[in-house]
C-alpha cells in the first residue's frame, strides 16, 4: 500500500517556463511545434516585439541580432549541452569561452560556447619496448674457450652470443592517429526552447 508521503506527485501537462530547453526524439516541423509553444534551437533570428515573452527571459544571451529589434534563438546543434559553472571551477577554461553569435555573451555565462579539446591522457603512452635495451649479436667470441689451431687459416667463432653496449639509448616515434574528434557515445536528439507561457 503506497502511503501519502510516498506517492508520486501530479505535474500539469504543459506546465513549462518560458526558457524551457528541452531534447525532442523526433524531426522538428517548425510550423507544428511552434503553435504548441515552442521553437526550434537552430540559432535564428526573431523579431523581440514578436516573441517578447521570451525575449525577456533570454535577452541576447545567445546573440544580439541586428543590435535593435531582433535577437537569437539559442543555436544548440552538434553541441553537447554544459552546465554554467558559475565559478565553481570544474570547467578551466571558464573564461575564455566565447559568444555563439555576434552580441552574445561569453566568459561564465549562459550562451557561451566553446571549441574542441583533448586533454593530456591521465596515464602515459609507451611504446612496445624500452628506449634503452640491448640487442644480440651472434657469433662473437666472448671469452678464451677455443683457440684456432696453429698454422691454421680457418677462425673459429663461439656459438653463442653477446649484447651490444647498453648505452645504445633511442627514440621511438609514436605516429599520429585518432579520430576527429573527443567524444563519449551519444545519441542524436533536436533541442527546442519554450517561447510562450
Known sequence: MTTKSQA???VPVG?????????????VDAAAIEERGWLYCDGREL???????LFRVIGTLHGGGDGSTTFNLPDYRGYFLRGVDAG????PGAATRTAAAPGGMGGDECGS?????????????????????????????TNSSLYA?????LS???????????AGAHQHTVTDGGDQETRPENAYVAFIIRYRA
Not at 22 to 27: G, M, N
Not at 156 to 166: L, Q, R, V, Y
Open 15 to 27: 506546465q513549462m517556463v518560458v526558457g524551457t530547453v528541452t531534447p525532442y526524439a523526433a524531426r
Open 156 to 166: 673459429i667463432w663461439n656459438d653463442g652470443n653477446a649484447g651490444t653496449d647498453t
Open 88 to 91: 565553481a571551477g570544474r570547467d
Open 149 to 153: 689451431i696453429a698454422g691454421s687459416h
Open 8 to 10: 508520486k506527485p501530479l
Open 47 to 53: 523579431s523581440r516585439s514578436d516573441y517578447e515573452d
Open 113 to 141: 560556447v566553446q571549441g574542441g579539446a583533448t586533454a593530456a591522457p591521465r596515464q602515459s603512452f609507451t611504446t612496445s619496448t624500452d628506449g634503452q635495451h640491448t640487442h644480440d649479436v651472434w657469433h662473437i667470441p
